[in-house]
C-alpha cells in the first residue's frame, strides 16, 4: 500500500518525512499526523491514512484522536503553571488542599507524589464499572478514602489511570474549576489549540477511532494467559480500574472509543487532541509560542527533577521510564531528543513533548495502536534528532 502524506516539511526536515510516510508500511487501516514547532515555527505538519477501520474516511488537518497518557503530560503542565503562580507547592501535603485525602493513613503525602506515582494508589482496589469509571466524585472520593497499595514515597508503579484524577482533584480544588475548565483557561484558549480534556459534543464528529492492531492484540492475550486465578494483577488493574475500560484501553464501541468517556473528564488517559495542537503546546512549555509561554526556566527546572526511575514496586522488566513532576523525562524506555525533553507518551503509540536545548515541540498521534516493538515514532524521532544535530544514534 502506499500512503499519500498532506501537509507541509521545511527545508532540512526531509528525512523527518520520509520516517513518518514509513510508518504506515504494512498498516492499511493506519491514520496518523505528524507535527514539529522549531523556534516556535511550524517546521513539519503532516497527516494520512484513514480515522477508522473500513478505510474510508481519510484523515485530515483537522482529524482529533485520543491522545491516552499523554493527557498526564499535560496535566503536568498544568500543574507546574500553577506552582509557577504560587497557587500550588510540589513539597505541600496533599491534605492541605483536599482535606479528605488524609484517610487511611495518607496524611504526610506530598503533591509531587501524586505526580510521581509514588502515591501507592496506581489501582483501585474496588474495581470500577464502566458508569462509575465517568462519576468524577465517585472515583475521587474512592482515592482518597483508600488504603494505599505500599508505603507513600518508599517506591513508584505507574498511575496508568488514576494519576489524572489524583492530581486532577488537587487541581479542581486550587482553582474552584474542572480540571477540563482549567486546562482550558490555562493552557488551550490562550494557544488557540484543538485540546481537550472532556470533549465537546460539537467535536465527536472529527476524533479518529481508535483501532487494535495486531502486536497489542498478542500482547494483551499473552498477559491474560499470565495472569494466576484469583490473584489481583496491579498492574492489569492499573490499567482497567478492575473493569471499567478492556485490557486494549479500546474496542469497537468500547473503552475511550464511547463518546461518553471522550466527553468525561479523565484527565489521566482521556484527553483529545490534534498533532499541530500538541506541538504547539509544547512549544509554549519553554518558549514563546503565537504569542504564548506557558513556563518560565525556574519552573522547568523544578518540575523536570527526577523523582522517579528505576525498578518499580511491582515486577516489570526494564528498561523502566522516568518521571519528574508528572512529566516524563529521556530514558532507556523512551528516548526523545536530549536529556532536557519533558512531556509523555501515550498508549499505542503516541508522543508528545517538548525538547528546550533542540528548540523543539513535537507530536505524533495514530489511530492504529500497537504494543511491544512498536518503534514508529521512534524513528520518527530519531530522523528529527540527525536533521537538527547532524548525528546519527
Same mark, same amino acid.
Given at each position: ?74 496535566? &503536568?503542565? !498544568? ?6 503562580? @504560587? +497557587? /500550588?507547592?510540589?513539597? %505541600? =501535603?496533599?491534605? #492541605? ?33 464502566? &458508569?462509575? !469509571? ?6 475521587? @472520593? +474512592? /482515592?482518597?478514602?483508600? %488504603? =494505599?497499595?505500599? #508505603? ?242
Amino acid at each position: 500500500m502506499t500512503v499519500t502524506v498532506h501537509g507541509l516539511v521545511s527545508p532540512g526536515f526531509e528525512s523527518v518525512a520520509v520516517s513518518f510516510e514509513r510508518a504506515f508500511d504494512g498498516q492499511p487501516t493506519m491514520g496518523a499526523a505528524l507535527a514539529i514547532r522549531h523556534r516556535g515555527v511550524s517546521v513539519v505538519d503532516l497527516w494520512a491514512g484513514t480515522t477508522d477501520a473500513e478505510a474510508a474516511i481519510p484523515w485530515r488537518d483537522d482529524t482529533l484522536s485520543v491522545v491516552f497518557s499523554c493527557t498526564k503530560g499535560l496535566m &503536568s503542565l !498544568l500543574a507546574a503553571r500553577l506552582v509557577q503562580e @504560587g +497557587r /500550588l507547592s510540589y513539597d %505541600a =501535603p496533599v491534605v #492541605e488542599y483536599w482535606p479528605e485525602f488524609a484517610a487511611a493513613g495518607k496524611s504526610a503525602v506530598r503533591v509531587r507524589e501524586l505526580l510521581a506515582h509514588r502515591a501507592g494508589l496506581s489501582a483501585p482496589r474496588i474495581p470500577l464499572t464502566p &458508569s462509575e !469509571l465517568l462519576e468524577w466524585d465517585t472515583v475521587t @472520593g +474512592r /482515592l482518597a478514602a483508600q %488504603a =494505599p497499595l505500599w #508505603e507513600p514515597g518508599a517506591g513508584y508503579a505507574y498511575h496508568a489511570i488514576t494519576h489524572g484524577w489524583l492530581i486532577g482533584e488537587v487541581v479542581r480544588r486550587v482553582t474552584g474549576m474542572s480540571v477540563g475548565a482549567a486546562f482550558q483557561d490555562l493552557v488551550a484558549r490562550p494557544l488557540g489549540a484543538d485540546a481537550w480534556i472532556g470533549l465537546p459534543p460539537s467535536e465527536h464528529g472529527r476524533v479518529a477511532t481508535m483501532l487494535v492492531g495486531d502486536s497489542l492484540a498478542e500482547l494483551t492475550r499473552v498477559q491474560a494467559a499470565a495472569r494466576t486465578p484469583g490473584v489481583v494483577d496491579w498492574s492489569e488493574q492499573a490499567m482497567t480500574l478492575g473493569g471499567a475500560l478492556p485490557p486494549e484501553l479500546v474496542g469497537p464501541e468500547a473503552g475511550f472509543n464511547r463518546p461518553e468517556v471522550q466527553a468525561a473528564e479523565i484527565p489521566g488517559a482521556g484527553g483529545i487532541a490534534s498533532a499541530r495542537a500538541l506541538a504547539a503546546i509544547w512549544s509554549a512549555s519553554f518558549r514563546e509560542t503565537d504569542g504564548v509561554r506557558l513556563l518560565d526556566v525556574p519552573t522547568i527546572a523544578a518540575a523536570t527533577t527526577v523523582q522517579s526511575s528505576g525498578p518499580p514496586v511491582w515486577e516489570v522488566p526494564g528498561p523502566w521510564p522516568a518521571w519528574g513532576m508528572g512529566f516524563q523525562l529521556d530514558s532507556e524506555a523512551r528516548h526523545y531528543l536530549s536529556s532536557s525533553s519533558f512531556g509523555h507518551d501515550g498508549a499505542g503509540g503516541q508522543v508528545a513533548f517538548a525538547d528546550p536545548r533542540q528548540d523543539i515541540g513535537f507530536a505524533f498521534l495514530t489511530n492504529q495502536m500497537e504494543g511491544v516493538g512498536d518503534v514508529r515514532a521512534t524513528a520518527i524521532i530519531d530522523a528529527l534528532h540527525e536533521s537538527l544535530t547532524g548525528t546519527v544514534r
